[in-house]
């Protein structure tokens, strides 16, 4: 028999409470974790493009590759090894997921300092590999992550808790990747600014050091290697199979039906994403000026979206949560379409990116919730895993045809301004979907193990 995630149910906290909780070691490790989790996101994304975009890239090529964050899609493929396996060199001694914590970082580093001295100029092949191992040490690093933060929680306030820290420690680093950099960039150009992000992960690798291995969640996984290591055909069968099957045992046919809810509720923040930061560049703004806005109107509206996101969802409950969540996040999209037709004021880019942050973070912190409260001890990592992997999968396909659809709309005689505006406005609608989905769940779908006793 499985057992349930080690977060169980209890009473709502007082504000005291959290404000206590808020000093714990782990809530600190978690927002430093979620910090790493971040930064290397958008070095390979939205960040890379701007430096492909500097470079002359043309948006097809951009949006094309792009396509190596699909690193993130098919992390489930291994996520079995990592719950199942201890990390090389490091594994007996830091433990299994501080091991590949370890590991994970160490590649990312490496990735990211590769990226800085090829550049663009060698090539977009040698550039786009070093972002490939980027983008897959990241999405392992994710695995782990994403496991410790379940596995320590002890209740599911503490649960909910340790994700707002995450999402908050994620939002400082995307915005690092994605604000910061541009003016560094402007100064010192794009490769000492990524030299410089290769040295912000060592913040990951500190909380790694500083974590502690969660002992319920790490007895269950060794009593399952000691049982059926994994290189017998019952160890094999349970770390591949196992999460799996132990998911549709608990959900039956609605497992489908949530996974479809999954895989569309992020679509608008992934379709537009390649297409943010060209343009940017295209709309005439400065690097400067784009970083000092989303450093400052960003992070506040950041701020606020995470602190409104989990209000929502510990107040409202996990389905109410994610219908304001994905309302707010389509309008935010469709928004990018009025720099786009106004032009570049940044008063107007200033409340775009704030409304941008805000309902991107609010959806976040509800889907990350949500898809914590799914997962069963023993298949933690492999089962968000795959929860996460089809989050992504059908975002990270479409998004590689993002520069197509602006160029195609160019094409057929619209201005560039005219193709982008267009572009977002698609992009915030194909979210609708989503919110259908998860309207018939509230009505029909089983409830997730936060909301009744585990």
């Given at each position: 028999m499985t057992q349930p995630s080690t977060a169980k149910p209890s009473k709502r906290a007082s504000s005291q409470e959290v404000l206590a909780a808020l000093s714990r070691p782990r809530v600190l490790v978690m927002l430093l974790l979620g910090f790493s989790s971040g930064l290397p996101f958008l070095l390979t994304a939205g960040t890379f493009g701007y430096w492909l975009r500097d470079a002359g890239t043309s948006l097809k090529a951009i949006g094309f590759l792009s396509w190596v964050g699909f690193a993130y899609s098919f992390k489930f493929l291994w996520s079995p090894v990592i719950d199942r396996v201890d990390a090389p060199l490091v594994g007996r001694r830091l433990g299994r997921r501080r091991g590949w914590m370890l590991i994970a970082q160490g590649l990312v580093i490496a990735g990211l300092l590769a990226m800085a001295f090829l550049t663009p100029a060698a090539g977009l092949a040698a550039i786009g590999g070093a972002a490939l191992v980027v983008a897959f040490a990241s999405s392992t690093q994710d695995i782990v992550i994403d496991a410790w933060r379940i596995e320590a929680a002890d209740t599911s306030e503490e649960l909910g808790l340790l994700s707002s820290a995450y999402q908050l420690g994620y939002r400082v680093a995307v915005l690092v990747s994605d604000a910061l950099i541009l003016i560094l960039a402007n100064h010192f150009g794009w490769p000492v600014s990524y030299v410089l992000m290769a040295l912000l992960m060592s913040v990951g690798v500190l909380a790694t050091l500083k974590a502690t291995e969660p002992k319920q969640a790490d007895a269950v996984l060794g009593a399952k290697s000691t049982d059926a290591p994994l290189w017998t055909p019952r160890g094999f069968f349970d770390a591949v199979a196992g999460p799996f099957c132990a998911f549709f045992r608990a959900y039956g046919a609605m497992a489908l039906l949530m996974l479809l809810f999954i895989s569309l509720y992020r679509l608008p923040e992934f379709v537009m994403g390649p297409m943010a930061t060209p343009f940017y560049h295209d709309l005439g703004l400065s690097k400067d000026v784009v970083g000092a806005v989303r450093g400052s109107f960003g992070l506040v509206g950041s701020f606020a979206g995470i602190a409104v996101g989990g209000l929502a969802v510990a107040r409202l409950g996990s389905f109410k949560g994610l219908i304001l969540g994905g309302i707010l996040q389509a309008l935010a999209i469709a928004s990018f379409a009025l720099p786009a037709v106004y032009g570049g004021d940044p008063r107007l880019f200033a409340a775009v990116m704030t409304a941008d942050?805000?309902?991107?973070?609010?959806?976040?912190?509800?889907?990350?919730?949500?898809?914590?409260?799914?997962?069963?001890?023993?298949?933690?990592?492999?089962?968000?895993?795959?929860?996460?992997?089809?989050?992504?999968?059908?975002?990270?396909?479409?998004?590689?045809?993002?520069?197509?659809?602006?160029?195609?709309?160019?094409?057929?005689?619209?201005?560039?301004?005219?193709?982008?505006?267009?572009?977002?406005?698609?992009?915030?609608?194909?979210?609708?979907?989503?919110?259908?989905?998860?309207?018939?769940?509230?009505?029909?779908?089983?409830?997730?193990?936060?909301?009744?006793?585990?």
């Open positions: 942050n805000f309902g991107v973070s609010v959806a976040g912190v509800a889907l990350v919730t949500y898809m914590s409260s799914l997962t069963t001890l023993g298949y933690t990592a492999s089962q968000y895993a795959l929860l996460s992997s089809t989050y992504a999968m059908v975002g990270k396909f479409l998004k590689g045809f993002s520069g197509a659809v602006v160029e195609g709309l160019v094409a057929q005689g619209h201005t560039l301004m005219q193709a982008y505006a267009l572009f977002f406005v698609g992009a915030g609608a194909v979210g609708l979907p989503a919110i259908g989905l998860c309207l018939v769940l509230a009505r029909t779908g089983k409830p997730p193990k936060t909301d009744i006793e585990a």
